[in-house]
Nanobody, 115 residues
């Protein structure tokens, strides 16, 4: 089993920055991808960024150049640095990890960007 706990969400003005953290515990040795998703009211949950065990990253177009995913393997924390935030980035952000047999999700953290 793997447990995830996000933190770092909050209210920020447009153009500002936030860093989300996801503390990972349990069978962390089995994880091979780490990702951040988000879900806005009335919309489906969507992928934001992903990083694999080799450090290769993948970003969706609407965050490229603004968001950075990273992970600290020694501390079992994954991060999402979000810069130049826009009102349309307002959503609940979830961390997700993939292990050998399933995906695990955090409970989500609210990010609200005011105009």
């Amino acid at each position: 089993q793997v447990q995830l706990r996000e933190s770092g969400g909050g209210l920020v003005q447009a153009g500002g920055s936030l860093r989300l953290s996801c503390l990972i515990s349990g069978r962390t040795f089995s994880i091979y991808t780490w990702a951040w998703y988000r879900q806005s009211p009335g919309k489906q949950r969507e992928l934001v960024a992903q990083i694999d065990s080799t450090g290769r990253t993948n970003y969706v177009d609407f965050v490229k150049g603004r968001f950075t995913i990273s992970k600290d393997d020694a501390r079992n924390i994954q991060y999402l640095q979000m810069n130049t935030l826009k009102p349309e980035d307002t959503a609940v952000y979830y961390c997700r990890v993939s292990s050998s047999n399933r995906n695990y999700w955090g409970q989500g953290t609210q990010v609200t960007v005011s105009s």
